[in-house]
């Protein structure tokens, strides 16, 4: 157990639709990031938060946003979703002194994400 | 744009033996990073790389990188069967490569 968690585990929804992903680090981690895995596009990164703030910006679509709430969890928001955006999407937390991204990043289990 | 190519894509190999995952990228980077993931899990940090020349070990993997050949490789040793997993490496602002698969068998 990494000690991050997310939620849902699994979502099904349909095109068009908007979900939220949550996340929760470590203890005492201060960097939040998310990943998206799919058979077509392969593992990308997507955004990293540090403090609350945008650190780095991966392949992230326009469609798509993230925060990082005071109490250092953070949300990734889908919106206007196509069949495509079907993927296992993970968030990953670091100790972040700097937000450099250099820290080791311990991982959730993921949300599976389904559009229908 | 900056790739990653990882190879072999797909790799069998005995318990015992030893073998080499290569990753190749396209432009200059100052930090590499490799993770596993098991099949249906989720990812785990092995190591991160931030010079030239820098070599890290963990038990049976050892990984290092050479900036100006631009090429990290991730070494096993002596593989045993728990060390069947999938490998990425990745780039710069994480810009993955497309994975090694590992199978480990008898």
């Known amino acids: 157990d990494s000690g991050v968690t997310q939620t849902p585990k699994h979502l099904i929804t349909a095109t068009g639709q908007r979900v939220t992903l949550r996340c929760s680090p470590r203890?005492?981690?201060?960097?939040v990031y998310w990943y998206q895995q799919s058979l077509d596009q392969g593992l990308q990164f997507l955004i990293q938060y540090y403090n609350g703030e945008e650190r780095a910006k991966g392949n992230i679509l326009e469609r798509f946003s993230a925060q990082q709430f005071p109490d250092l969890h953070s949300e990734l928001n889908l919106s206007s979703l196509e069949l495509g955006d079907s993927a296992l999407y993970f968030c990953?937390?670091?100790?972040?002194?700097?937000?450099?991204?250099?820290?080791?990043?311990?991982f959730g289990p993921g949300t599976r994400l389904t559009v229908l | 744009e900056l790739k990653v190519e990882q190879n072999p894509l797909f790799l069998s190999m005995q318990e015992g033996k030893n073998y080499t995952i290569y990753c190749n990228y396209s432009t200059t980077s100052d930090r590499l990073y490799w993770y596993r993931q098991d099949p249906g899990k989720s990812l785990e940090s092995l190591f991160v790389l931030l010079s030239n020349g820098a070599v890290k070990q963990e038990g049976r993997l050892m990984a290092s990188l050479d900036t100006k050949a631009r090429l990290s490789t991730l070494h096993i040793t002596a593989a045993v069967h728990d060390l069947s997993a999938t490998y990425f490496c990745a780039v710069d602002k994480l810009i993955f490569g497309t994975g090694t698969r590992l199978q480990v068998f008898p």
């Open positions: 203890s005492g981690d201060l960097s």
């Open positions: 990953a937390s670091s100790v972040g002194a700097s937000g450099s991204m250099i820290d080791t990043q311990y």
